[in-house]
């Protein structure tokens, strides 16, 4: 199995910047790819940002231009730049990994928390 942590989650003025990272342990051999999604209050669960285990990113509409996914092999880990941040990018930052053997849907890191607001 594969587990997650994530952190970098925080409060932030509109216009500000945070960098989340998700960090990959286990049978992390099977990651085939790493995203991470967000959910706001009565909303669904999108996806965000996701990068194959060949390098492709795919970005949410929303984000494209302002957020960076980036990964680094060696550590196992997963990166969320977020710039230009808005109210709207409030929500809850889930990290998640797919591969062979996790499932459907992959595993789901624990969640952290993004609030941006003056």
């Known amino acids: 199995q594969v587990q997650l942590v994530e952190s970098g989650g925080g409060l932030v003025q509109p216009g500000g910047s945070l960098r989340l990272s998700c960090v990959a342990s286990g049978s992390t051999f099977t990651i085939t790819s790493m995203g991470w999604f967000r959910q706001a209050p009565g909303n669904q669960r999108d996806m965000v940002a996701r990068?194959?285990?060949?390098?492709?990113?795919t970005y949410a509409d929303s984000v494209k231009g302002r957020f960076t996914i980036s990964r680094d092999t060696a550590k196992n880990t997963v990166y969320l730049q977020m710039n230009s941040l808005k109210p709207e990018d409030t929500a809850v930052y889930y990290c998640n990994v797919r591969g062979y053997g996790l499932g459907v849907n992959g595993i789901w890191g624990q969640g952290t928390q993004v609030t941006v607001s003056s």
């Open positions: 990068i194959l285990s060949v390098g492709t990113t």
